[in-house]
């Protein structure tokens, strides 16, 4: 072999082996540089909202906290968080307060024994509507540590209004009648759960009008009686729902939300239970099954 064809030889192996040794760089280089498009928020929701209830609660629980800020309603200063699992990014509110008095006196001059503002009680809000067959009525509450006090960590909830909004806007629900099937399911539990502190801004409505309930901070008082009123909204109910009712121990309450309520607020729970199926028994007796069960 000649010296010029060797030497042209050797520089064809040469440029091959750089072409081999740096084409794989060149390849990273140019993905790396090449952008990632972001997801677009209606993507992003999309997926959010495709996770299922455990997947929410596995994000509550071990989230990481990135971000925190305050939010715009509430009295017992709750905190806006992200949180952040893996690939997954999303918001709840933290609230802590726990507040007892003997005697309190609120601004319309409503008086309370035994006051308790309480986080736990939002838990086991969501638990007793979870067992009772309603786990998107309330948003998924865990208790979690932040900042030296525990507290409840509630998922937060896209929202359109919430129903003091709704009012003043005369916005009015595109199907009426699964609206108001809704509001009737959202009353009776205001009644078992003994909710003295309800207010229009503790109602949401998502953008495809679900109604969801938050804050139960004041709720399970220790009385065995309806809150003063509240029978006479008690007009209909779902028929999963008082067959649900009836069928409720003081055993699964204990089981889900004993953490959080002691057994005197089970006991007067379970009473109030029994005042909202003797007052759905006695409206099917006088105005008939069809017109009173959904």
């Known amino acids: 072999m000649c010296l010029s064809r060797l030497r042209s030889l050797v520089a064809t192996c040469v440029l091959l082996n750089l072409v081999l040794v740096s084409a794989p760089a060149q390849v990273r280089e140019a993905a790396a540089s090449s952008p990632v498009a972001a ?46 699992h893996g690939e997954v990014e999303h918001d709840a509110v933290f609230q802590a307060v726990d507040e007892s008095k003997w005697d309190a006196t609120f601004r319309d001059g409503r008086r309370e024994m035994q006051f308790r503002d309480y986080w736990g009680f939002n838990i086991a809000a969501f638990e007793i509507a979870r067992l009772l067959g309603y786990p998107d009525l309330i948003p998924a509450t865990v208790q979690r540590y932040y900042r030296g006090r525990d507290g409840a960590l509630c998922w937060w909830v896209t929202v359109m209004v919430d129903e003091q909004d709704r009012r003043a806007k005369g916005l009015v629900a595109p199907d009426a009648p699964a609206w108001t099937r809704q509001v009737m399911v959202a009353r009776v539990f205001e009644a078992l759960f003994g909710d003295t502190d309800r207010n229009l801004t ?16 004041r709720a399970f008082r220790a009385k065995k009686e309806l809150k003063p009123g509240i029978e006479k909204q008690l007009l209909q109910c779902d028929r999963r729902l008082l067959d649900a009712l009836r069928a409720l121990t003081a055993a699964e309450v204990e089981r889900v939300a004993g953490r959080w309520l002691d057994r005197w607020q089970i006991q007067t729970l379970l009473l109030r239970r029994d005042a909202i199926v003797a007052h759905f028994d006695a409206l099917v007796a006088t105005r008939g099954e069809r017109v009173v069960l959904f």
């Open 202 to 217: 503790n109602t949401l409505i998502t953008p495809d009008w679900r109604l969801v309930m938050i804050d139960f901070t």
């Open 39 to 84: 997801p677009s928020p209606q993507a992003a929701a999309a997926a959010i909202d495709s996770l299922t209830l455990d997947q929410r609660l596995e994000l509550l629980r071990r989230g990481r906290i990135v971000r925190e800020k305050g939010t715009s309603k509430g009295v017992t200063a709750p905190r806006r968080l992200t949180l952040r």
